[in-house]
């Protein structure tokens, strides 16, 4: 039994109480299959040995005809269980007024039920039996009791209020009469009320797996569909690999459809190939009858308990029922039933109805009717704004008109390809359902298309067999697209060169092209293209170097602005696009306004495919601003999710997390980046690498630098390509400190670092700021670091917020400061170093922080020890120390305290360390200073 713990407490509650004497009502109320009786059974089943129970059940057929047939049958099943011999002992006499109801008790006279002398009776019976031990009464299916029963069940639960008894009903309140329901109302005050529910989809989940172990999560996912929770539709469900056609359920739903009429059936049938609510209205036009005639089906459909209302509509009560109603339909019904849904939802100018006609059309069969119908719902949905759906329902066009012969739909292709390249398509999808599932003839302009995307997509995605346009192909694109008329496969081609140019950072052909996009924009719909938005990113984009910041800054505004009015995508957009300018002038707390913004318009990938560019740039600035908590939510969010190239990077970053923590996380993370980017042609690996390079930083330097050194220069790695620009600093600043770790310096490797990384990190304030890390640390891998060019770095980190790289660099300062005999200062970088590192759970910068201060016999500012008896020393070197402020010798303390010189020195060894002193005049100061020293000393 799945999903029903805290119900069944309650009735073990209610027992309890009735074991001590206070007599319980209980009543299970749900619907049908929602699993009343099965709970009552597990309820028996942890009663004690003893308890007496009794079952009686009521069927339709009781009523008046059979009066007093529940409380018959729980009174053979108590006589059964105690035997006719306590029960004469308990009556005596008075046990004829029992004899109607249960033969065995009479001497076979036949005798009329006395009312009164049977309440007696029963009450006297029971609460002697009660006065012995526990005793509980199920009444199964109450909602069908008659009413002399319900009188005699109403009369025990008021009069037998002490003993131990309890009484257990299950029912159905939807099948209750009014009056029946007023009746038992009046009761329920005094009952213990469970009422079942349909279960959770992970109770749904936990009952498919008790049963199947092997269930993959899609036939967990329909199984939580069709069923919709009933505890009896999961269980046959799990057990069938068809659900509805196994016995159990099959006889249960044919039994419900046959109690319509025939004419009432069919129209029932014609309905259920509609999955959505419908009404009267839509039963008449579908079915070819009056609305008076869909009316009164319906009438009969509800009070057969087949339908239930839905607002002003009507809905099959379980998907089953529908499934089983389509099921009845002959072959000929069905096609005819497609047909005029398709016809009926056609005529609506709303976006669903469109979407459903196009599915009653697919039912059909695929054909031009049915790709005029799909594509017509994608135009209304995404008119709508809802990109998620217009990508699916664009991509079913795409498998539609690839089915049939290209040829006689080429310009329904190009309108496919066109709207394709603005809805929110993942690289996935390039790759696998465009690429190859587009035929395009041989210079046409859905051949350009297709190449730029190829290329694009061989870049930012999924890596697809690509070669890099030479600029002789970019340049006949875009004399091709200058001759073009506006539609929206020019726009998008347009689009996607202007995306290839950004990639090869020629910035002259972006800005000569950006007018053409412009002039192809024109009179294409608004929800398509947003052009001047566009445009106002692209030029952004040709802005280049640190002078244009400010420039860069003022588009970014004024895209903003213009997008607040715009659909959910384009404002999403436009906040990606702000984020990153913010990133790359070192704004972070800037990016998380806006990717805060962005993540609640786009709260998961489920709503739109750019939720993953909104999560990766939160990603980013959270890992900067040391919010770790964030990256690692973020990266488990997505460990689920399709989409390959956006997946790895926020798993990548929390990856990160747990390796600046010092956690083995990491290294299971960096073996799942492996398996993961097999698929990837070719497969780089850097950011496996990288990450276990981090892990190996404090024990193996030498091997980490040989983990990076493999992908530095390499033009396949996504980490180190030069062209990436500031985005990948750390993993350069990372290189860079390798170039001194360990001791010693490969100078072919620092060339490579300072090379590459000169290129990609220019032209941004953060480029700048990861340009200066990495010069100092190749610095320090030559001897030729200063205090302050570090200071220069920490002053940048600050202001950004990078507490986490500001501290690694208070590091780095504190290793200068100390041979030069600043002290002082030193204390005050590692003190501040510590703080962060403790802050975020950075252990091993922690753990380094706390070395280098021990070694240097640092006490650090806000890390001082704990004061106290003995403060940060151990009982026996509190001995020691009391000796040590005495100036006695270390021979002369082995002898006073019985150990060692060598003992004793070792002791005075951690005494100076743990006090931060430097010998033993400034430990005597500083023990008398902090009340360690007691007595006379």
Known sequence: MV??????????????????????????????????????????????????????????????????????????????????????????????????????????????????ALFAATQDLLADLGSEREVVLVVEDGHWIDDGSLDLLAF??????????????????????????????????????????????????????????????????????????????????????EGARSTTVRAYLAARLHSLDGQHARMLEVAAHEPRPFSAQDLAVVAGVDPGSAETAIDAAANSRLLEPAGPRWRFRHELLR??????????????????????????????????????????????EYLAARIRAAEAVWRRGDNAAGRTQWLQALDAVCQLPPTDHGDELDLIMGALGCVAVTWQDVRDKILDRAPAPPDSLRAWQLRLMRYAASVWGERVESSTPTPEELRRAHARLERESPSLLAYTTAFNLLQCLWILRDYDGMRAMIPVAEALSLGLPEQ??????????????????????????????????????????????????AASELANEGDFRGVMRHVDLGLSLVPDVDVDPFWYLVAIRASNASLVLGDWERVLELGTVVASA??????????????????????????????????????????????????????????????????????????????FDPTNGPWEGPSWGFAAMLAWRGGSTDQAYCDRVDRDSDEGLAGSSLGVAWRREVEAHLARACHRDSVEQWQEVVVRWDEMGASYQAAQDRLRIAE????????????????????????????????????????????????????????????????????????????????????????ASVHVSHILQKLGAANRTEVAAVAHRRGLVTGEG
């Open 528 to 577: 398509f293209t947003h052009a001047s938005v566009a445009a106002a990113e692209w030029r952004m984009i040709t802005l280049v170097g640190l002078e244009a910041e400010p420039a860069r800054r003022t588009l970014v505004e004024e895209n903003l602005r213009a997008c607040e009015g715009l659909d959910t995508r384009s404002r999403v957009w436009a906040l990606v696009t």
């Open 156 to 241: 025990w639960a008021r009069t037998l209020i002490r003993g131990r008894l309890m009484f257990v009903t299950t029912m159905r309140g939807t099948d209750l009469t009014p009056e029946r329901l007023s009746r038992i109302d009046d009761l329920r005050r005094s009952f213990v009320d469970v009422s079942l529910t349909s279960l959770t989809d992970d109770d749904i989940a936990a009952q498919v797996r008790s049963v199947r172990p092997d269930a993959d999560p899609a036939e967990i996912s329909d199984v939580q569909r069709l069923s919709q929770g009933v505890p009896l539709f999961v269980e046959e469900l799990a057990e069938h690999s």
């Open 323 to 368: 499934l089983a109603a389509v099921e009845a339909t002959t072959p000929s019904g069905r096609v005819a039933a497609h047909r005029a849904w398709a016809g009926h939802l056609g005529d609506s100018s709303l976006a669903d109805d469109l979407v459903a006609a196009a599915d009653h059309q697919e039912a059909l069969g695929v054909s031009p």
């Open 3 to 116: 999903g029903r713990d805290d119900e069944l407490a309650r009735l073990l509650e209610a027992f309890d109480r009735a074991a001590a004497g206070e007599a319980q009502v209980a009543l299970v109320t749900g619907e049908a299959g929602i699993g009343k009786t099965r709970l009552v059974r597990e309820f028996v089943s942890r009663l004690p040995e003893d308890t007496l129970v009794a079952f009686g059940h009521a069927v339709p057929m009781s009523g008046e005809a059979i009066p007093y047939g529940v409380a018959a049958d729980l009174l053979r099943s108590l006589v059964r269980e105690v035997e006719t011999k306590r029960v004469t002992d308990i009556l005596g006499d008075r046990i004829v007024a029992l004899a109607p109801l249960v033969p065995r008790l009479g001497d076979g006279t036949e005798r009329p039920i006395d009312r009164l």
């Open 642 to 719: 399709g989409d390959r190239a956006h997946r790895r990077e926020l798993i990548w970053h929390a990856g990160l997390v747990h390796a600046h923590r010092g956690d083995p996380a990491a290294l299971e993370t960096a073996r799942w980046l492996r398996e993961d980017m097999a698929a990837a042609r070719p497969a780089p690996y850097d950011v496996a690498d990288v990450l276990e390079a981090e892990m190996l930083v404090p024990h193996d330097p030498a091997r980490a630098r040989e983990l990076v050194a493999r992908h530095v220069g390499r033009p396949e790695s996504t980490l």
């Open 816 to 903: 200068l400061l100390l041979p030069a005999g600043d002290r002082g200062t030193a204390a005050e970088a590692l003190g501040s170093a510590l703080t962060a590192a403790e802050a975020l759970g950075a252990r091993p910068l922690a753990d380094e922080v706390r070395a280098l201060a021990a070694r240097a016999r640092l006490v650090l500012p806000g890390h001082e020890p704990a004061e106290g008896e003995t403060g940060p020393l151990t009982a026996r070197e509190h001995e020691v120390l009391q000796l040590l402020v005495q100036g006695m010798t270390n021979d002369q303390i082995g002898s006073a305290l019985f150990m060692s010189p060598r003992t």
